[in-house]
Every structure is written in C-alpha cells, then in structure tokens.
C-alpha cells in the first residue's frame, strides 16, 4: 500500500494528458464539516475512537480492532489519511449522483476490507461501503458494487450482505488459498437479499482467457438484471500475473477490458453513473501505474491504446527514484488490435474446467433469484 503508487499513478496519467483531457476535473477531497459522522454511518464510534488515539499515539494500537497488526500497523496520521481517502469517494459518489459529473474515480480508495468494528487487510476505513451508504440515504434504491480485485471484497460484502438495494459481485481467487478466505458462492446474501451477493472464487493460475469469460459470465446478466442507479466499482489490479500477493495471471490488457466492460454497463444501465474505485496492486512500478492510467482514461472516453509508449519522462523519473525505468508500453502485448481474446459463456458449459465449475456454481447460486436461466446468457 505504500503511496508511491498513488504518486506514480497519477504522474503516468498527467504525462499521458489524461488529467488534462477535456472535461476532466482533478479534486482535493477535503473532510466534511461534520467530522467524523460521516464515518459512522457504516464503522462504530468506539471503532473510530480507536483509530483516533492509535493515529495519535501508535503505541496505543488495540489489537483487538485489528490494529497494530502486521496487515494494519498504527501510524501517526492514520486517521485523517485515511478519512481523507474515505472522503475523497463519498465527494464522488455525490457529484455522480447529483449529476455533476457523469464518472467519477479515486484510486486511492476501494479499501475494502475494512469492517463495521475493526482494520482488515490493510484497510481502515471501508470507503467504498461509506460512499454505497451514502447513496442509499440520499435516495438511491439500487446500487450495483463490482469487485475484480484479486481479494474477495468481504467488508462492502458484510455491510450490505442483508440489504437487497445492494448487489455486490466479486470475482476473486478462491478463499481457499488466499485472504481474507472467504468468498465462496454459497455466501449469497441473508433475509431479503439472498441472491444479492454473488461471489466467483476463481482458481490459481486463472489468466486472461478464464477470467475475463467468468466476468462476462457472471456481471453482465446480474447488473442488467438488478437496474443499478448506480454502478460501483472496485478495480483493484492484484490479479496480474506478477503481483507478489496473488497466484491470477492477468494481464493490464484484460484489466483494460474490464474497465471498458463496466464503464458500457454504467452506460447502458445506470444512465452513465459510475463510480471507479482503486484497490489492492503491488507492484507498484510495471503493473499499478498503467492498470489505474487506463481506468481513468476509460473514465475519461479517452481510452489509451496498449502500443502506447510510456513516457520517457516517467521512465526517467522511476529509474533515478527506484533504479529500473518500469514498462516500454501501455501494455503487456497480449492483445491482438486491442482485443484480448476469450470464450463466450454461450460456447457453453466445460464440467472439466475450473474456471467453469467455479461460474456456474456462481450462477447456480444466485441466477434464479434475479429471474435468469444458469444456462443461458
């Protein structure tokens, strides 16, 4: 989570003109005037309080908030970092909402992890749950949260997992192998919403091929079904094949397909309203750079093709700050003219692939409740 990787971000996008393109805006969020109620509305007061004393003495950390932890180490300033962060995607979610903006992105959230009571997997404060919240009491009656970081996105999961205005989708590699351990597709909402959480727990090893047919397998039929006023998004880029926490092979050019997936979505469903949110992603020179430059350019309708050739600007300034000048190009060279090439569910159901087993135990799960057949698309 060290922020260089905010910082090498969001200079690749500034060197490739995507923060001055046409209609962009680049905003400091700043903390409400109401300080920490904000916060309450998903996390404890007890909780908060104890991320305030933490922050101001580290040695106060009270383990039994998951802080202090190796994943959650107490600094100084952690409250009002990451408030701010938490800030920075409720001001989003208000401007997509209110119409000021047709998208919106902070990749310095989708912390997700975080829990009502306590940190988790390196996150604080749930701001993707904090900026869902808002929305629903602002008037939203459905929102729509997708998650493809490589981690299950248990903590937006848990806040909303009784609450039917509130699908979430995660597509992750299997709990069995990786934290938070959790995620299997049995766990599909409780009461009223069962159905309204759908969980793929993808195999190691999955790549491009396997991971982008089970997100156009799962995500599509569930969004179009619900009729999100809103869809959230939580493109965490850990997935990659050489990300250190993770055993996914994807490429930045099947994450670059996602985006473009999600962002059609919004469109066709949500009259546009989307709002894209950063995540997990460690490495932070070859691989969080360019995945979070192309989200916001696909934010932006100004996508960047994957021959694009990073800025010898950047390259120079990551060499003298790290001493290797990071990727030639915008992407991996997995796609073929900008396509990277897949299995359409409709080809049908392989009971000898991982891949599809984990889909369609997905779809056995929760299809029916939205009215759609596990078969078909």
């Known amino acids: 989570m060290n922020p260089l990787r905010l910082d090498l971000t969001a200079r690749l996008a500034k060197e490739l003109g995507v923060l001055d393109a046409p209609g962009v805006q680049v905003v400091a969020p700043t903390l409400p005037p109401e300080g920490d109620a904000f916060l309450e509305t998903v996390h404890g007061r007890d909780y908060v309080d104890a991320v305030r004393r933490a922050s101001a003495d580290p040695a106060a950390a009270d383990a039994a908030y998951g802080l202090g932890t190796d994943d959650d180490p107490a600094f100084r300033g952690m409250h009002d970092a990451s408030a701010l962060i938490a800030a920075g995607t409720v001001e989003v979610c208000r401007a997509v909402w209110e119409g000021e903006a047709d998208h919106g992105v902070n990749f310095a959230g989708g912390l997700h992890h975080a829990m009502p009571g306590s940190a988790s997997g390196f996150c604080i404060y749930n701001d993707a749950a904090l900026g869902i919240q808002w929305l629903l009491d602002h008037g939203a009656e459905r929102v729509a949260y997708v998650d493809t970081d490589v981690h299950h996105g ?25 934290f938070p351990g959790t995620g299997f597709p049995g766990d599909c909402g409780g009461g009223d919403a069962r159905g309204y959480a759908a969980n793929v727990a993808l195999p190691p090893g999955t790549g491009d091929v396997g991971w982008l047919r089970a997100l156009h397998a799962v995500v599509p039929g569930l969004v179009r079904a619900f009729r999100p006023q809103v869809l959230v998004t939580q493109q965490g880029c850990d997935a990659h094949y050489s990300d250190p926490l993770a055993h996914l092979a994807v490429s930045v050019d099947a994450l670059r397909t996602a985006y473009a997936l999600v962002h059609r979505l919004a469109h066709e469903v949500a009259d546009g309203r989307w709002v894209a949110l950063g995540g997990g992603g460690y490495e932070v020179i070859d691989v969080v750079p360019r995945a ?19 800025p010898a600007a950047w390259r120079d300034h990551v060499t003298r700050l790290l001493g290797r000048p990071g990727p030639p190009r915008m992407g991996d060279g997995v796609a073929e003219d900008g396509v990277v090439w897949f299995r359409s569910w409709e080809t049908g159901f392989d009971p000898d692939s991982r891949v599809d087993q984990a889909v369609m135990a997905t779809r056995e799960a929760v299809f029916p409740a939205h009215g759609l057949d596990i078969w078909l698309d």
């Open 154 to 178: 248990d903590g937006v999961e848990r806040v909303f997992y009784d609450d039917p205005r509130v699908l979430t989708i995660s597509l992750h590699e299997s709990g069995r192998v990786l």
């Open 292 to 310: 979070w430059t192309h989200l916001i350019a696909e934010a932006a309708h100004r996508p960047i093709d994957l021959a694009t050739p990073v």
